[in-house]
């Protein structure tokens, strides 16, 4: 099972920046998907961005053209670069990492989550 560590959530005005890391354990030499999810208080958890092993990127309507995934391959470490930052991205944000090798079925991991919290 993948570990994940997550690291950089904090409080900042609207227009802000933060950058949120996830460090993983391993990311095998198979295929896989990382992804970043945030959940806010009473509401169901949301995707926000996804990268697999070949860096194809997918985004959120709601955080495209702000919000950048990217990957550090030698360091196994996932980042969330956020910019412009809006109250409504207020959540605790999760990163997951799903594992897809030949034969086995999918491994899926996940971080403890990291807290942002944007003022107006």
């Known amino acids: 099972q993948v570990q994940l560590v997550e690291s950089g959530g904090g409080s900042v005005q609207a227009g802000g920046s933060l950058r949120l890391s996830c460090a993983a354990s391993t990311v095998g030499t198979c295929t896989y998907t990382w992804s970043w999810y945030r959940q806010a208080p009473g509401n169901e958890r949301e995707f926000v961005s996804a990268?697999?092993?070949?860096?194809?990127?997918t985004y959120a309507d709601s955080v495209k053209g702000r919000f950048t995934t990217f990957q550090d391959h030698d360091k196994n470490i996932l980042y969330l670069q956020m910019n412009n930052l809006k109250p409504e991205d207020t959540a605790q944000y999760y990163c997951?990492?799903?594992?897809?090798?030949?034969?086995?079925?999918?491994?899926?991991?996940w971080g403890q989550g990291t807290q942002v919290t944007v003022s107006s």
């Open positions: 997951s990492f799903i594992l897809r090798c030949p034969y086995v079925d999918a491994q899926t991991s």
């Open positions: 990268i697999d092993h070949a860096d194809m990127t």
